[in-house]
């Protein structure tokens, strides 16, 4: 783990390899170990960077106004990298799509699993599931509540707790209880988001753009992912990989990093 200067603020990030640099972001339920199957696969060809987005994993939250995706360019900057494709999972995937969208001349490429988009409202039927999977938990209990969004996410609507494997909702949770202690703190940070946001322009991104979703994923998600590779000029979309929830590159690497190698530039 290396941390490096970005914004006013110390990002952590991991790095591997060398070529054609690969930026990494992950969940908004994670932090960037979510990417120990794809570093090492993805370094045989690439420089890899998988970051800790500001206040998530070992990165620092200074109490300064910023922007996610101002912090990803913020990081280029730093490591000297003109462009970079970014790689990103749920949360990761919004801040990758806004990125692409505010600085589209950095994005050599963009992948993203699992994603939502800046300005897109849920639908009832997503609504209706977290309460009928999680109901009502006290936000100030971290277990509690991570144990709740990993049902929600990573096990998924379509599969019970017993159909996926243990270690990967214990490691899912441990992230998740982490990252809430930081999305706790991020609440009190002024936090800039794109404007306009990206539900509308999707069309804007002009890269290279792969999209995929876990075929056990929330029908809003994978609805999304039908979107934006759509939308996209050179949009492609992943098939929903089998047995997968919101996770996809950390319950079915395989398949992940087979889609990156053959996509990234």
Not at 90 to 113: I, N, Q
Not at 177 to 189: I, K, T
Not at 222 to 248: C, Q, S, T, Y
Request: charged share 25%; hydrophobic share 45%; aromatic share 6%.
């Amino acid at each position: 783990m290396v941390k490096i200067e970005v914004n006013g603020t110390q990002l952590a990030y991991d790095e591997a390899g060398s070529g054609t640099p690969v930026v990494l972001l992950h969940a908004g339920i994670a932090d960037r170990r979510m990417w120990r199957h794809q570093v090492p696969a993805l370094a045989a060809r690439h420089r890899v960077v998988a970051v800790d987005l500001r206040g998530y994993g070992d990165s620092e939250l200074p109490p300064t106004p910023f922007a996610h995706h101002d912090d990803v360019i913020g990081l280029l900057d730093a490591l000297g990298l003109p462009q970079a494709a970014l790689v990103g999972c749920s949360f990761g995937g919004k801040v990758a799509v806004d990125t692409a969208l505010a600085y589209p001349d950095r994005v050599a490429a963009l992948a993203v699993f699992g994603a939502p988009v800046s300005g897109n409202e849920w639908s009832e039927e997503t609504d209706r599931l977290w309460d009928e999977l999680v109901g009502e938990v006290d936000p100030e209990d971290f277990a509690a509540t991570a144990a709740g969004e990993v049902r929600f996410w990573v096990v998924g609507p379509t599969r019970q707790p017993a159909d996926v494997d243990p270690e990967l909702i214990r490691f899912a949770e441990e992230m998740d209880r982490r990252a809430l202690a930081a999305e706790q703190a991020l609440s009190a940070v002024e936090a800039g988001e794109l404007d306009p946001p990206a539900i509308e322009r999707l069309a804007e991104l002009r890269m290279p753009v792969l999209a995929g979703a876990g075929a056990d994923d929330l029908a809003d998600i994978r609805r999304l992912a039908d979107r934006i590779a759509a939308e996209a000029p050179h949009g492609k979309r992943l098939p929903d990989v089998p047995d997968a929830g919101h996770l996809l590159p950390l319950e079915r690497p395989e398949p992940v990093n087979a889609a990156l190698l053959d996509f990234l530039p």
